[in-house]
């Protein structure tokens, strides 16, 4: 799968130190496994959000949530209000399956937001009886599977858990002149570190997620995208 890069100064610099560090890597696979942890970052920590504006319809229970950022598409939706009013049970669930009615006894695993993008909710018909009221839906990003990229906040703020994430993923490579499973351990377990600061991050800007986090179990042939 080709990867397409999207223009940003943190991937830049990031793809260039991956260079430093890893001279007998080709761009093509440093780029591959920087994209593979951006991804897993975004969704471990849910730290690249949005807010997303929309005008209830009457009668209309499912809506679109398509971001307006070209380069992402939704993992997880974090908070639903309509006319300023949290729809309660939102706030940090993970989204139900489009044919379900939104609410807080369904909720998705998280492994599962790896691979599934989240494209529409479904409301309660109670929400949607009035033309003339306001659905605003704050969002969890990622990038799209096929580009690199991450904002430049995100990718400056974290530039060293994305380091050492994709330097582990590298160094795990099989008969390779970078070849180091213990340095890959322990490029591991800093990244793992670094999660946990943007996932605090994160709680502290939304209130405390409802689906309780912990880290990712590294089974034999794992591999997070």
């Known amino acids: 799968m080709a990867v397409v890069c999207s223009t940003s100064d943190s991937i830049d610099q990031l793809v260039e130190s991956l260079q430093v560090i890893f001279a007998g890597g080709d761009k093509p696979a440093i780029e591959l496994e920087l994209r593979h942890t951006i991804r897993e970052f975004c969704v471990r920590t849910h730290a690249w959000t949005t807010f997303l504006s929309l005008q209830i319809k009457e009668g209309v229970t499912v809506y679109g949530i398509t971001p307006d950022e070209n380069e992402a598409e939704v993992c997880l939706v974090i908070a639903v209000a309509v006319d300023g009013r949290p729809i309660a049970g939102w706030s940090g669930d993970y989204l139900p399956p489009p044919n379900r009615i939104a609410g807080p006894k ?3 695993n998280e492994d599962k937001l790896v691979t599934d993008q989240i494209t529409e909710i479904t409301l309660d018909s109670n929400y949607v009886s ?8 704050t969002l969890a990003l990622r990038p799209k599977r096929t580009l690199l990229f991450i904002p430049n906040m995100l990718g400056f703020d974290f530039f060293d858990t994305l380091l050492s994430g994709t330097s582990a993923r590298m160094q795990s490579h099989v008969n390779r002149p970078y070849t180091d499973a213990e340095a890959a351990k ?18 502290a ?15 034999p042939g794992r591999r997070y995208r």
């Open 106 to 108: 369904y909720v998705t």
């Open 130 to 137: 009035d033309a003339n009221k306001s659905l605003v839906v």
């Open 186 to 203: 322990t490029n591991r377990r800093e990244f793992l570190a670094g999660l946990v600061i943007a996932r605090e991050k994160t709680k």
């Open 205 to 219: 800007r939304f209130g405390k997620l409802t689906v309780p986090w912990a880290y990712p179990q590294m089974a």
